[in-house]
């Protein structure tokens, strides 16, 4: 590379490859921004998030399902509040967000789960509702939704206790549910009771759930991508056997008596403890506590 002094420097040269340079990178950065720009184009990557993230919970124009219908969304809400809802649906509830609030309890406390989409991936989807609302792009196909499989409660039951594996080796849904109908205290506590489910969402909520999964708990215990953790045959079973613990009715005081339980077997280790252990220290306190008491003793007096 020549020197400032060799006669064959030339900051003409240099300046003109800078410029160069400089008119590539410019023409880089527009070309993308002009594609980032195209709404047709925008709104069809959100056409392909939609399909992919959006429509096991949502329709456009077909009406509510898990969630709302979405049909006329970019005119319903303010433009800045859908993009926080779509790219972090969980912070704008948990801030108490007075919209998010009466759509969690409208939807049937449902919470819309976070799906780890980027500001420009919210924008693509509000491209693609502001497209069809516009005329510019077609709403989804209609669906023409086959009768659901007729599953087996008892296969279900199963399923749900963990007597029978599910096919990809997820946890029984009893680890973290409780459910009227499998005994006294009914399963675990970390989700909600699902006794009520069925008739709180139906026989095809209760299919949209369990084909998507969409809830922020359990998507990272099955590590789901977009991919439903079940097969259609345990789905079913699922839903014959929420239907039916759906109409038994769970003891009132199943509460009382994980209590009462808990005090008993609490009282229990206590006593036993007791019996077990009560001279586990004597070889050690005697040696210790024997010259103590006759120090004390006569040899204190004056």
């Not at 998010?100 to 420009?120: D, H, R, V």
């Not at 209760?206 to 990272?220: G, H, Q, R, V």
């Not at 009462?260 to 210790?288: D, E, M, N, Q, Y």
Request: hydrophobic share 45%; proline share 8%.
């Amino acid at each position: 590379m020549p020197s400032i002094s060799d006669p064959r420097f030339s900051f003409h040269t240099v300046g003109a490859k800078l410029l160069a340079l400089l008119l590539a990178t410019l023409l880089v950065v527009g070309m993308a921004q002009l594609a980032r720009a195209d709404p047709l184009a925008q709104a069809g990557e959100g056409e392909t998030l939609f399909k992919e993230k959006c429509a096991a919970c949502h329709s456009v124009g077909e009406g509510d399902k898990v969630g709302p219908d979405l049909q006329g969304v970019t005119a319903r809400r303010d433009r800045d509040w859908l993009l926080r809802w779509i790219a972090a649906p969980d912070q704008v509830l948990a801030s108490g967000d007075p919209i998010a609030t009466q759509l969690f309890e409208e939807y049937k406390q449902i919470a819309m789960p976070n799906l780890g989409l980027t500001p420009a991936q919210a924008e693509s989807l509000v491209a693609y509702f502001d497209a069809i609302d516009a005329g510019t792009i077609a709403p989804p196909a209609a669906q023409v939704t086959a009768p659901l499989a007729q599953g087996n409660a008892a296969l279900g039951r199963e399923l749900f206790t963990g007597a029978a594996r599910f096919q990809n080796g997820g946890p029984p849904c009893m680890g973290c549910h409780s459910i009227g109908g499998i005994g006294a205290l009914g399963g675990g506590v970390l989700g909600p009771d699902l006794t009520p489910a069925f008739s709180k969402f139906g026989d095809a909520g209760l299919a949209s759930l369990l084909s998507t999964i969409p809830l922020p708990t359990m998507n990272p215990i099955f590590g789901l991508q977009g991919l439903s953790p079940l097969t259609p045959e345990e789905q079913a079973n699922l839903r014959a056997f929420l239907q039916q613990a759906s109409l038994a009715e769970r003891p009132p005081d199943a509460l009382v008596q994980l209590l009462i339980l808990s005090a008993i077997g609490a009282a229990l280790t206590l006593v036993l403890a007791h019996i077990f252990w009560r001279k586990r220290l004597v070889a050690v306190r005697r040696p210790l506590v024997t010259p103590a008491r006759l120090a004390s003793g006569p040899m204190n007096k004056t």
